[in-house]
């Protein structure tokens, strides 16, 4: 269960708040994201992507399947948001997925209770206190309503489930809830996936998809949002056997910020390799790992800036009782550190659960390299002499004789067996029970694997991809706003301009844009506006490179187009011919645009 | 508003319906859909997709991404599917977005009053009749539940609305639904979509995500669930000016079931060209037209049988009020014709509703040409004489004298002027009202624009194309089951084998996938089994070609491999070098499997 605030995050100030309003507005302006039904007065927590934010938000997604589903071998599957009460019985959330709540009956407004405490007490993680405490601290501190100032001494603070309920069919005899994470999906169909893995541990399931949570303070523009998009790998694993391949992430550097760092006065992050860490008992758990080091990586190549981010592990206080190990990846946002992802092992809590729940086998069936011989303790008992004496409870003390065999085998060294039945003690001779210890021959056994699960929050990644990429220079005298998006996942890589209106020159630059696109690049062609006002265009939507078609394109006898670089502004006509693998190359780094040749 | 079931739709029969049963076995143990949460019993309505699913869904989604956003120079965006109530209220969904609802009080099985009025008597389209006249055709038949045979007769039939109802944030004071189409989450943003068009007609605007409809009685796999996935354009117009450019389509060919033959008693479907039903006046609006011609291409390139298919003309009683012309796409699954996507003309409907319910502007600005000077009344009342004279009506005068000035100029003739206030008569003096006509010029005028839509059911496209691929067959004398899915959609494209478990062959095997992935083709390595067992896993998952490595691989001076094609099951040996550059021509269609050259 990610995507949870942490206990870190501070309230914003001074320049730092500046970049997130501005890039909210560029957001807005250049089509990145925008607050839904604005013409209805909006709604808090819901954001639509525009046609660059859905395309960078798309981008975000391929790049985290490329890397967590194809790369490491894993199958995705797409389940239905809506799922069956009994679903949330077995994983929980219907009776522990709350948050704390107030609401000021002075002006009506709803907050968060353990909020309002950490925010104006030195509590730091409220969220862990009982709710009677809460309303204590809340009266003995004299906290007041943040939008109206009015007391909130005396108000009841409740347990809101965040879960959105909603009805299937007709009448209110089965509730449906949308789901609080896309792990569920994975979890309650497990007997069947087992069966695309061809019963073999380990195998990993993704699935990328919208999750809900019905925060009673939604707040940051796309961080904490009701309607979002995770990203889960849920990956199964035989806890006594399966290792991961430490060897392909051992090298990898990483800022760690461990629980006894957290603790320490002067406790600092630090920087070291996956390596390292798991030598010194830093991450306890090896596949944990294993995932933070592909994670480091992946996050580097899509553009987040290394230098404002890190790995939390999780205080004993945040971490799920059934999580062994549990670290996130934070961003840092305006001087704030923001989760972006969670992982944490999971032992066998939701395949258990389910499996009790539902009373379906929510196990993997391990062969034993030889078959094995056991003893079994087993009984048949004698029905004409337990019929007669039990009636009714005939069957119920055979059910219980069965039991006592499997739990105590020396209950039927004496003479009679003592049972219980519903509190009542009955003696049955021994010769009844029909007990007798048996060899058995086993072929292996049914393992309840373990769950290893990087879960990604895709909205807080494209929000700290934009934020880390966002940028303000003077370029001629003027002031520039540009976002240094990485080309993998950048909306358009190229925008291509015909440098007046002019029949030719647009034919020409429709024809390169064309070129571009079946080279596997994303281009866009734009004729409106004079030259500089696309370039700033282009800019602010982060397109890492522009082609403009000029009178010394059609005139020359070698055709050449000048192509300006996004990051320096420098410019460079460069011939036409072989344009499209010169921007390949650029694209995946295989030169550099100041090392081109051009004039 | 697509999805809907067609009076078409009859029971299914015979062999037609054994292909829908084999092929909903062959989805489940193969990774293309099933019922979710089955460890719980499974809710009807809601299905998964796994891992061939998933990847078959996504391509159809990418397919359908080229031809009508990028190709079109449409953009997409991405929309929660929670919106708030007044969006509901505006488009008419909350009032009039229902089904008819009859419960049996002996099993208490819900079930659609229309269906069973259809199924059960000559009525055809049971939907349009209001909802007594339903109750008396039910008592009059003596017309049964089909769940357990009790008489509905005196039951009532009730309106239900399909759109799920939750509530958003504490309490119940912010009614929120799952929207019952994606078109709604671009309609609301048409103010700030309207921007990133910089404000010119025509544009589009694409969404794919997910939809809801809480069916009283879900049915037929994946053909009616609750939670699907749509497709759809929303294609901006301006109504007086813009035209399709239907030279691109003309010449295609279309199945075509108009109204006129649906109503003639031996009415046929017809065969024509796009050109041709547009000259002869058999499709009315050419933008309907022109996506007909498109989607008919498309429907063709991802494997829709076009013996399977056709387009037909929404009967008057199934259009809505505001679609001047509305036409479906079916496709023919055992026999039955289903709905896979509709394509209407909205006209102004749904922008003119959102401006009217929220107040903001839903238009475009228009330049004209030139400046047209234009003649205009307006008043400018006399306060000091309305205010004594009406007191705190005064300013209900001022707004009926604008009214009025606007309305019938005339009126001002006479003296004095006569107003109605509340159903009173007033008389107020010429002189008083300030009345005068001007001469204004404007630049433009505000356009409210049309809307062209075509939605798809991404489901039921990804059921027919299975569908439409099922085949039996019969190798060296054993059944044979396969898909012979297009590669542009199949899973997986390359099945790559290891003969046998052994080292080097595998390594061998191993590296030819890795090749193929990198030429873009996807590839899946597997060793578990026989090859023959391995071939039928790839053929029932519709994978076109398998790749097999064997000792002659490795053996020989040229390293050469099998390729079988699924559809012949011919085999040919290859030359690993070149091998990846082959498939791809495979894939593109640029040389048949039977044209190789190969032993």
């Not at 010194?280 to 596949?287: E, H, L, N, R, Y």
């Not at 039945?421 to 003696?427: F, N, T």
Request: charged content about 30%; some cysteine; glycine content about 8%.
């Amino acid at each position: 269960m990610s995507n949870e605030s942490t206990t870190q995050e501070q309230e914003q100030n001074g320049d730092a708040e500046r970049t997130s309003e501005q890039l909210v507005e560029l957001a807005k302006r250049r089509g990145y994201f925008f607050q839904s039904s604005g013409a209805y007065g909006g709604v808090g927590g819901f954001y639509t992507f525009g046609p660059q934010g859905a395309s960078l938000k798309s981008n975000v997604e391929d790049a985290w399947r490329d890397r967590f589903a194809l790369e490491e071998g894993n199958m995705e599957i797409d389940a239905p948001t809506i799922m069956p009460e009994p679903v949330f019985e077995a994983s929980g959330h219907l009776e522990g997925f709350d948050d704390m709540l107030v609401e000021c009956s002075e002006c009506g407004e709803s907050h968060r209770a353990d909020h309002i405490v950490e925010d104006n007490t030195d509590f730091e993680d409220a969220e862990s206190l009982p709710i009677p405490e809460v309303e204590e601290v809340i009266a003995e501190h004299e906290l007041v309503c943040p939008s109206c100032g009015a007391g909130l001494a005396g108000e009841a603070v409740e347990a809101f489930n965040l879960m959105f309920a909603t009805n299937i069919g007709p009448g209110d005899s089965q509730p449906g809830y949308l789901r609080p994470e896309t792990a569920q999906g994975i979890f309650v169909e497990f007997p069947r996936l087992k069966e695309y893995a061809r019963n073999t541990l380990p195998f990993g399931v993704t699935q990328i998809g919208r999750a809900y949570r019905n925060e009673i303070s939604p707040r940051r523009s796309i961080i904490r949002t009701r309607e979002f998009t995770q990203a889960e790998l849920e990956y199964f694993i035989d806890p006594e056997e399966d290792e991961p391949d430490l060897s392909a992430v051992e090298d990898v550097g990483v800022r760690l910020y461990p629980v006894t760092e957290q603790n320490a006065e002067d406790g600092n992050e630090i920087e070291t390799t996956i390596g390292d860490a798991v030598a010194k008992g830093v991450i306890t758990d090896p596949w944990v790992a294993y995932f933070l080091g592909i994670a480091q990586e992946w996050y580097d190549s899509i553009g987040v800036d290394m230098d404002r981010f890190r790995f939390r592990q999780h205080l004993s206080g945040e971490r799920a009782h059934y999580a062994s190990d549990c670290w996130d990846a934070e961003s840092e946002i305006d001087r704030n550190w923001i989760e972006i992802a969670g992982f944490a092992h999971r032992g066998d809590y939701d395949l258990s659960k389910h499996a009790e729940h539902s009373g379906d086998r929510f196990t993997i069936f391990k062969q034993y390299d030889e078959p094995k011989t056991v003893e079994r303790a087993t009984v048949d008992p004698d029905m004409s002499y337990l019929g007669p004496e039990f009636g009714g409870d005939a069957q119920a003390v055979v059910e219980e004789l069965e039991a006592l065999a499997g739990r105590d085998r020396s209950a039927f060294d004496d003479e009679p067996v003592e049972i219980e039945l519903e509190g009542e003690s009955h003696e049955i001779p021994v010769e009844k029970t029909g007990f007798a210890v048996e060899e058995q021959t086993e072929a292996g056994e049914h393992v309840v694997p373990n769950v290893i699960e990087p879960s990604f929050g895709v909205d807080r990644v494209v929000y700290t991809v934009l934020h880390h990429a966002y940028r303000e220079d003077e370029v001629a005298g003027e002031e520039r706003t540009y976002l240094e998006l990485e080309p993998e996942v950048a909306p358009t890589f190229a925008g291509v301009f015909p440098l007046q209106n002019d029949d030719e020159l647009e034919a020409q630059a429709d024809d390169i844009a064309s070129e571009l696109r079946e080279a596997g690049l994303s281009a866009t062609y734009d004729d409106s506006g004079n030259i500089g006002r696309r370039y700033r265009r282009q800019d602010e939507v982060g397109t890492p490179f522009c082609v403009t078609v000029d009178y010394e394109t059609i005139e020359n006898e070698e055709t050449t187009v000048t192509v300006r670089e996004r990051d320096s502004t420098d410019q460079k006509r460069l011939p036409v011919d072989g344009l499209a693998e010169t921007l390949v190359a650029l694209r995946e780094g295989n030169v550099a645009f100041s090392e081109l040749e051009g004039e």
